[in-house]
């Protein structure tokens, strides 16, 4: 069955739609969340006339929302078989229907039937959160524990609020109406003292804001400010505010301890929900659905001066944002915690942790696990440091063995919530030029060489790559026409290696080669052997030394070692000292690394091919004779390259 925080948050998007049809019976039932009479109606009406596919679609929320995943996969996939449109929303809903009931190989082919209707983001994040959740990680020093605080009734959205602990609760006061889509009262916010163990205790109503009859909810404290803002029902001198079509929505307002409030986002057809205000950035976030919505609910951020508005709303994304719902954003330790109910999940809302980058935007949404999530609903995460014994943390989960439909759960971990996971940034460049090499392709491979991630750089060379831990990974970057650069780390430099931005430094094959004598060559200094001698003096070395060096770069050089004399001396000698010179060269290549596979040939031309006129019998300075004593590492394959 749906949460108390789930059916809140769809009380904007259903209301939107029923004002749009004609109501049945059915359809009154469905509107109102009373889910099991709308199932026996629409099943009623069948027997008469056939549904429409949106009713059709509300039987299969339906059975969604009362849990009866099986039912509810045969309607939808009814509907999906019809070629009629299905929002992206319910799209999710099915999936993951299927995905309690099917393979997820079932999921999967679903999933490829509309590939190009959903963006690259969510198929990735699915692909990578799948192939998380089927390792066997666990966080074996987490404790979680059902706080002494919880009533029969809803509770949930907890906020920390200096030594307490405030939360959501939809347990009866004598001021509160029932509100009938819960059949508990409306929504008020309490607190309760934080004990040294962690738990919650000596519950109350929170008084320190402005009374009201309807909903007060999922409070959020900023210590920064001194004020605390909440979600509450529209109102008008003291009674519900609706709009045109009949609806109240949820406004947020920022009260501080005396009871001042003042509304911040307030539309009488628009509900927000789960504010979030982050100090650092002066960013509120919170959940709506906007036009701009890529399902349900999503997430979103407006810019304040000391809490009040002073921009548009923003969403999030598409790494965030899904065809689910999302709500309740809490930021730590520059990451952003949330709640989804994407189809790739394990239950109907999971916590996720995204990692929040320099330029403002998001890694891919982690789920935190089988060691926190369930598969019930799990959300609204809020996370603190606990001294010596790691962080403390309070959620909300409607997972079996509680006290009432939604409770409030304790969390204490040493090293931090969610999967292991492994990322890794930086910047691909020109070793010659240091320039950013766009479109650079980036690979992690494991250690049996298999290519764990691929991804290609943006247009300054940058990168930024994350894939469920690994023990050992090697880095990989190329180009056409570029060298590879490789780099093998450990478990415990991955470590550190994570925290900073790798530079990744790529030759390009044209700033290594020149045109000699009309042949693609190794640019080099010019070097001269002593007269008389082939042996490799240190000036020569260093030369050879780039040789080695490119090789090592471009593996697949295939090299031909040309040298040649000037005409002093007889053919004869001049011919086997240019033979001996470039066997001592490739003989030095081979030493320092170079492989006998990457060397064609050595050949020594003597005085063959002169590139003056200073044959026998001609005279010529010193210079000129100087200009025919070369050499040349001509690359056999460079249009291959």
């Not at 163990?197 to 000596?202: A, H, K, L, Y």
């Not at 923003?314 to 952003?336: H, K, M």
Request: charged content about 25%; aromatic content about 12%; some cysteine.
């Amino acid at each position: 069955m749906k949460t108390k925080a789930l059916l809140v948050c769809c009380f904007m998007i259903l209301a939107t739609t029923f004002a749009q049809e004609k109501k049945s019976k059915a359809d009154i039932f469905f509107y109102g969340y009373d889910y099991k009479n709308a199932i026996v109606e629409y099943q009623r009406e069948m027997t008469k006339a056939p549904l429409k596919n949106s009713q059709l679609l509300n039987l299969a929320d339906s059975y969604y929302n009362i849990g009866d995943y099986k039912k509810a996969s045969e309607v939808y996939l009814d509907v999906h078989k019809k070629d009629t449109v299905m929002s992206s929303n319910r799209f999710n809903k099915m999936l993951q229907s299927l995905s309690k009931t099917a393979s997820n190989e079932r999921v999967k082919a679903f999933l490829n039937s509309k590939r190009g209707s959903f963006s690259n983001e969510l198929l990735e994040n699915a692909e990578f959160n799948e192939e998380l959740l089927s390792g066997d990680q666990d966080n074996s020093e987490m404790e979680i524990f059902n706080l002494n605080g919880n009533s029969p009734q809803a509770d949930f959205a907890p906020g920390f609020y200096n030594d307490k602990l405030l939360f959501s609760s939809g347990r009866a006061k004598s001021n509160k109406k029932t509100y009938e889509p819960s059949g508990e009262s409306y929504l008020d916010i309490y607190e309760g003292r934080i004990s040294e163990d962690g738990n919650v205790r000596s519950v109350n109503p929170f008084t320190a804001i402005a009374e009201s009859k309807f909903h007060k909810a999922t409070p959020f404290f900023s210590k920064e400010l001194g004020k605390l803002f909440y979600v509450l029902s529209n109102t008008w001198e003291g009674e519900l505010l609706f709009d045109d079509k009949g609806k109240n929505a949820l406004a947020i307002a920022m009260s501080d301890m005396k009871g001042n409030l003042t509304f911040l986002l307030k539309d009488l057809s628009t509900s927000f929900y789960y504010p979030f205000y982050d100090a650092a950035s002066s960013k509120l976030y919170f959940a709506a659905s906007f036009e701009d919505s890529y399902g349900g609910t999503d997430l979103y951020y407006v810019y304040t001066n000391n809490g009040q508005i002073m921009s548009e709303p923003t969403n999030l994304g598409p790494r965030v944002n899904s065809p689910g719902n999302e709500i309740a954003p809490f930021i730590f330790d520059n990451s952003l915690y949330f709640s989804s109910d994407i189809f790739y999940g394990l239950g109907g809302m999971d916590m996720y942790k995204a990692n929040m980058h320099t330029d403002g935007s998001f890694g891919i949404p982690i789920n935190l696990g089988k060691s926190i999530n369930s598969t019930s609903d799990d959300f609204s995460l809020v996370l603190r440091e606990n001294g010596s014994d790691g962080l403390l943390g309070y959620f909300s989960s409607n997972r079996g063995g509680g006290k009432g439909n939604d409770d409030i759960y304790g969390i204490k971990v040493k090293n931090g919530v969610g999967l292991k996971t492994l990322t890794m940034k930086g910047r691909v460049v020109n070793l010659n030029s240091n320039d950013g090499i766009a479109k650079s392709q980036v690979r992690l491979i494991d250690k049996e060489g298999n290519v764990l991630k691929e991804t290609y750089t943006d247009e300054n060379g940058n990168f930024r790559i994350e894939i469920p831990w690994q023990e050992e990974v090697t880095v990989q970057a190329t180009k056409e026409r570029h060298s590879v650069f490789t780099a093998s780390y450990t478990e415990k430099e991955l470590e550190n290696v994570q925290q900073s931005n790798l530079n990744l430094g790529l030759s390009f094959i044209d700033d290594l080669l020149t045109e000699k004598e009309g042949k693609p060559v190794i640019k080099l200094q010019n070097f001269y052997f002593d007269t008389g001698k082939d042996n490799i003096t240190p000036t020569i070395q260093t030369e050879l030394d780039k040789v080695v060096d490119a090789v090592q770069r471009f593996p697949q050089l295939k090299l031909i070692i040309e040298t040649h004399t000037n005409s002093k001396g007889s053919k004869a000698s001049n011919q086997k000292l240019s033979q001996n010179r470039s066997d001592a060269i490739k003989q030095y290549l081979l030493q320092n690394g170079v492989i006998s596979t990457n060397i064609v040939a050595s050949i020594g031309y003597g005085e063959e091919k002169l590139t003056n006129n200073c044959a026998d019998g001609v005279y010529c300075l010193d210079f000129l004779h100087r200009q025919n004593d070369r050499t040349l590492i001509v690359i056999a394959n460079s249009e291959e390259l």
